[in-house]
């Protein structure tokens, strides 16, 4: 009977080639000095090669977002990978740029980062868990920070530094709630030290940030120096670089700020570096990396985290302002299943057609697409391709998008690999050619007040009515202006699965309030955060993460299905399997029933058994006659 492979069975298959094999795609040559092998499928690039690239013409920047997410699945970095690849396979020479992925998530309930399917960069593994360590250099350097804070406080605290107003956090790339708040008692010279710290979660730290906005090792120095990190008792700022933290830290940064190149499963150019999630930071890679890859490829393919509310919005009006980039074509990733969400329809109904709810669904894409267009930029839209996916639904997408004269292809990349987006490929080709024509500009200027920026992105991209915030706020904005930070862009931290900050609220809503229960002040990667209703900096785990089931088996390989293994393995065979609607009865019962089971499983916080339904056993004969030529997405 056939077997269907998972992404992890499908990464360990995967025909990888020598690294230098594949800088050689993209002209870089087999020296010391152009690159550091990291093992045989890994390597960081030399700022001494990247430094002879400048005079070099850029190629064009391609950047893949996505409507608002949902259980459904949407399927962005996939999305990234596979039209990459597609560039690749109609001549192109392309390179994507992707952000490393958080042990948080994939220890949680999110899952790894490296794409799915046949649309993968690969060693999965390693990319997914600790890569080439640069989650760690981070976190490393920013809790020296913490320590040289309280050491300066422990002997005498020359500067004043006011306890109460100690701005900055310790981070760890892990999701613990427990660590959002605590007591630190550290008995000093003069007296003792009480204050109350807490834990930021990795992705969400300013030295992330910077790292990731920063041009070179000199300007990440001079960045991290420029870190507010207390005020004294006369309210004046304190900065990293008044306590000396600035060099120490970038000494920690050195090897980790040369981008990450690995391949796809096709041996094609992978550079993964940086990792800021888009709901509480920036959300984008690394500006190293971007502008490395527009020197050595035609086309370049990034991504940015979330909805295009979070972050194409953040992409554009922040990493592209900061690195002078412009965009030559944005790509709306949407599936059917995601829409029908948007529309309504509850998970589990999912697999039945549903055209109504999907013409309601449409909404969100054509709000995301309104927003993309007040950048100046005409968007492609993406339909990652699902198995249940009918006719008459895909019609109904292509239609939407033609009324509003906006291109679409349907991708089935994660079946086929670049087969699946050849169609895609020729697509955004075309849009960047006629990219000239594009009137890219930002969504506000520099010099608007800082509650007008984040007035201006709730009423413009989210489309509330007003947005709230106590004095305490307002004063604390004031501030900021008056030591002179009024000219730097905003950072809205929100949940990812609204256009408002309740995720229950699906779709466009309308007549809502963003409110700023927050702001904080990122004088080093020159931006301010915005943190908006209860979204939290320090995730925490879901009553059944991902963690519950990763182990190592006989063969020392990683499991990440545990004890439900043999259960979901077997839907998504099933979905894999080809079947018409009206085939689809009985197997959508034995859907439900493994839904289900999951379902009691993480509500009663237990490991679930597996689930055998006596009509998929007498069935086996049936799904192996009836494998489809034609696979997609699950």
Known sequence: MAKFKSDIEIARKAKMKPIAKVLAKINIPDTSTSFSPMGRHIAKINFEFIEKLKKKKNGNLILVTAITPTPAGEGKTTTSVGLSDGLNKIKKKSIVCLREPSLGPSFGMKGGAAGGGYAQVVPMEQINLHFTGDFHAITSAHNLLSAMIDNHIYWGNKLTIDEKKIVWKRVMDMNDRALRFIDINTNGVAKDFKRVDGFDITVASEVMAIFCLSKDLKDLEKKIGNITIAYNKNGDPIYAKDINAHGPMTVLLKEAIRPNVTQTLENNPAIIHGGPFANIAHGCNSIIATKTALKLADYVVTEAGFGADLGAEKFLNIKCRKAGLTPSCVVIVATVRALKMHGGVEKND?????????????????????????????????????????????????????????????????????????????????????????????????????????????????????????????????????????????????????????????GAPLNHEIPIREVRLSSGAEFIVAVCGSIMTMPGLPKTPAADYIKLNKRGEIEKMGDIEWCVKRLQFIRLSGFTVTQMSWICDMEVAIETTLFRAEKHNQSPAPVRPQRVKQSHSFLSAKKSSNVSHP
């Open 350 to 506: 999912l697999k039945y057609e549903n055209v109504d709810a999907l013409k309601k669904g449409l909404i969100n894409l054509e709000r995301h697409i309104e927003n993309i267009k007040k950048f100046g930029l005409n968007p492609i839209i993406a339909i990652n391709h699902f198995v249940l996916d009918t006719k008459k639904e895909i019609k109904t997408i292509f239609d939407f998008c033609k009324n509003l004269k906006v291109e679409v292809s349907e991708c089935q990349h994660w079946s086929k690999g670049s087969k699946g987006t050849e169609d895609l490929a020729k697509k955004v080709v075309k849009i960047c050619k006629s990219s000239k024509k594009s009137k890219f500009k930002f969504l506000y200027k520099d010099n608007l007040k800082l509650w007008d920026k984040i007035d201006l992105i709730a009423k413009q991209i989210y489309r509330a009515d007003k947005i709230t915030a106590s004095d305490e706020v307002k004063e604390q904005l004031a501030i900021f202006e008056k030591n002179g930070f009024a000219h730097l862009p905003v950072c809205i931290a929100k949940t990812q699965y609204s256009f408002s900050t309740d995720p229950k609220l699906k």
